[in-house]
């Protein structure tokens, strides 16, 4: 365990930028708009001027370059870097490897021109990931990390084997749906026998794969993949409450809930809404909207609670609509900001923004879960999550607003001066109001969405389309690579 040495870059009140809290606002500077609560916390704010674009998005490839070459020179071939200890982590299974960093890279090293070690990548998935190993697999895990990372490989280097492995991935997965008699899939499937196993279901398991299997079906003209997909919506959907409520976790082989509290935006139903509506844009299916639009009418009019002024979702009786459960926020339910906005809420997805904005005022890098009364810690780790980057990034591209680009840069140089290590970026065991201790992991993801969704915010890249380009919940572009 390292210790995280006081630095003079620690984020004590004043030295923060102070972002907006009115949705649609202009750029906030700390002199002349910051709110009387940000001005509460941040007694003198950061007044330092934000670098150009072209600064910004070299400075955020280096930084992604930096971890890239601390993955390739410690852990090439592993799914994971751990970067203190210059070990590896199996992600899926010990013992087992999927090159998970390697496949999560694909398209983020293409977005940011890094074709040399593209190339490096592409050869290593070509040559020796192994869909083929006797391994029991998280489905979820499997169809947006693997899945999705292939197919977003393919379509942005147009590797034919690439399509051809996430078949192969999908052709294995398949059993966790089509042997449940429900549709809803298993949580586990092994790769080689196709055995099932995990009848208990949370919804982003169970409904977060119609965009990968979506676009794959497109590909590959094969339609089983979208129909398994929306076989288990279906099964889903069917069971919602008279409220237009959801639960959390649905029992596969019998339909029943397990859990019957809807705990959206948070974990682990979060990407279940988001792929509703992600599936719907992608694959223009008319029907993945409406049921977005129905849930999300729900969601905001029986879990919106306010708080100190912010807004925050509350978790309720799926049936009753009653408040259950503590006044917790998970950080992963922050990409419901973008989501909202994405739906046609602007208006909410900045609030819901703002809300998130406020805790970074009070923390170097986000918790993993607060209590949204007063922002204490409840979970004191930080995982190195993208969601605050994800719905700036999503927010700036719906509104131009120059305050999600303020937004990025602020908690890139959190990022930077707290979880940069010498072997790349790590996640961190605790996280109090002035101190970051360390932990020693470098997520997939990370190499898949954090900083994918900062260079896409300076760089104005041609590779990417802005106007109709789609990323998945892994940050995968699954459609507008140029
Ligand atoms: C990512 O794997 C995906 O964004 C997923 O939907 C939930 N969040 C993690 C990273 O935090």
Redesign the pocket.
């Known amino acids: 365990m390292l210790g995280h040495p006081a630095s003079p870059q620690l984020p004590h009140p004043s030295r923060r930028l102070v972002l907006g809290s009115a949705a649609g606002s202009a750029l906030l500077t700390a002199t002349s708009a910051a709110t009387s609560t940000a001005r509460a916390r941040a007694a003198e704010p950061d007044v330092r001027p934000l670098p150009g674009d072209a600064q910004a998005a070299a400075a955020v490839r280096a930084e992604y370059l930096h971890s890239w070459y601390g993955y390739t020179g410690q852990a090439w071939g592993y799914d994971e870097l751990c970067p203190l200890s210059g070990g590896h982590n199996d992600f899926f299974a010990d013992g087992h490897t999927f090159g998970l960093s390697i496949v999560e890279a694909l398209d983020t090293l293409y977005l940011m021109g890094c074709d040399t070690e593209l190339a490096n990548a592409r050869g290593w998935v070509e040559a020796n990931l192994d869909p083929t190993q006797d391994v029991d697999i998280h489905v979820f895990?499997a169809v947006?990390?693997l899945v999705g990372g292939l197919v977003a490989g393919h379509l942005t280097t147009r590797s034919d084997v690439l399509l051809a492995r996430a078949r192969e991935f999908a052709d294995r997965l398949l059993p966790a749906f089509t042997s449940s008699p429900t549709g809803i899939p298993y949580t586990h499937v092994n790769l080689r026998t196709g055995q099932v196993h995990g009848r208990e279901v949370a919804l982003?398991e169970a409904g977060?794969n119609v965009m990968e299997f979506g676009a794959l079906s497109r590909l590959l003209g094969d339609s089983r993949y979208y129909d398994a997909a929306m076989r288990a919506y279906r099964a889903v959907l069917s069971r919602r409450s008279s409220l237009d409520l959801l639960g959390t976790t649905v029992d596969a082989e019998n339909g029943r809930w397990v859990d019957n509290r809807s705990t959206a935006p948070n974990?682990p139903v979060?990407?279940f809404y988001?792929y509703l509506w992600g599936g719907g844009r992608l694959l223009g299916d008319p029907q993945l909207t409406s049921w977005y639009h129905t849930l999300t009418r729900a969601v905001l009019a029986h879990q919106t609670e306010r708080s100190g002024g912010r807004v925050w979702y509350r978790a309720v009786d799926a049936a009753t609509g009653a408040r259950t459960g503590p006044t917790h926020q998970s950080e992963?339910a922050a990409?419901y900001a973008g989501l909202l906005g994405k739906g046609g809420d602007l208006a909410r997805g900045a609030a819901y923004f703002d809300s998130w904005t406020a805790v970074l005022d009070r923390y170097p890098v986000l918790p993993e879960t607060v209590d949204y009364t007063d922002f204490s810690v409840v979970d004191q780790g930080s995982?190195l999550?993208?969601?605050y980057a994800?719905s700036a990034f999503d927010l700036w591209r719906l509104t131009g607003d120059a305050r999600y680009k303020h937004a990025v840069w602020r908690w890139f140089e959190n990022l930077r001066t707290h979880l940069r290590v010498p072997g790349g970026y790590t996640v961190a065991d605790e996280v109090t109001t002035d101190s970051v201790r360390l932990g020693d992991l470098t997520?997939g993801?990370w190499f898949a969405?954090n900083l994918k969704y900062a260079w896409l915010v300076f760089s104005r890249t041609p590779r990417f389309d802005y106007r109709q380009g789609i990323l998945s919940?892994?940050?995968k572009v699954l459609a507008g690579a140029r």
Request: glycine residues 4%; hydrophobic residues 20%.
């Open positions: 895990e947006i990390r982003a977060t974990p979060d990407s988001e992963l990409f995982q999550r993208p969601e994800n997520p993801y969405e919940t892994e940050g």
